[in-house]
């Protein structure tokens, strides 16, 4: 299996519900050193939890427009919980650089679903950002 790598860099944004400003880690992924996906992960605790929505943005080789999706992520007291949401409560859905977000549908039915999950699965273990803020206590 190919190695995936990223890189993070630290932004803010305002969430919608609250109106507070929470953290943003962004950053590239990377499939044997070339560039495949860019992602977004906000970690925001609005309602006291902790949660994470992460979208990823996958690079198509026949077009010129990534295709997305968006993840909920929480902790729970074994594992972190990942469920794909419809692109309607991403707060990325102006984000035209991640290109056209597949409908929750679309998102289970698509080929490149475990591949999106691998790099979830990466963002959330090795960003270390997104990796402290799950594990914190709310």
Not at 25 to 47: K, L
Not at 50 to 62: C, K, S
Not at 118 to 135: K, Q, T
Request: proline share 7%; charged share 25%; aromatic share 10%.
């Amino acid at each position: 299996m190919p190695e995936l790598t990223f890189d993070h860099e630290k932004a803010t944004d305002y969430c919608e519900h609250c109106g507070k400003e929470y953290a943003v880690s962004r950053g590239s992924v990377y499939e044997d050193n070339f560039p495949i996906a860019i992602y977004v992960a906000g970690m925001h605790g609005c309602e006291g939890e902790a949660i994470v929505v992460l979208a990823i943005a996958l690079a198509q080789p026949d077009k010129q427009t990534p295709v997305a999706i968006t993840l909920q992520i929480m902790p729970t007291e074994t594992e972190f919980e990942m469920r794909i949401i419809s692109p309607d409560y991403s707060p990325w859905r102006e984000y035209a650089y991640l290109g056209h977000t597949l409908s929750r549908a679309d998102a289970l039915a698509s080929p490149q679903k475990e591949l999106f999950f691998r790099i979830a699965d990466l963002i959330v273990i090795e960003n270390p950002e997104v990796n402290d803020f799950l594990n914190a206590d709310f």
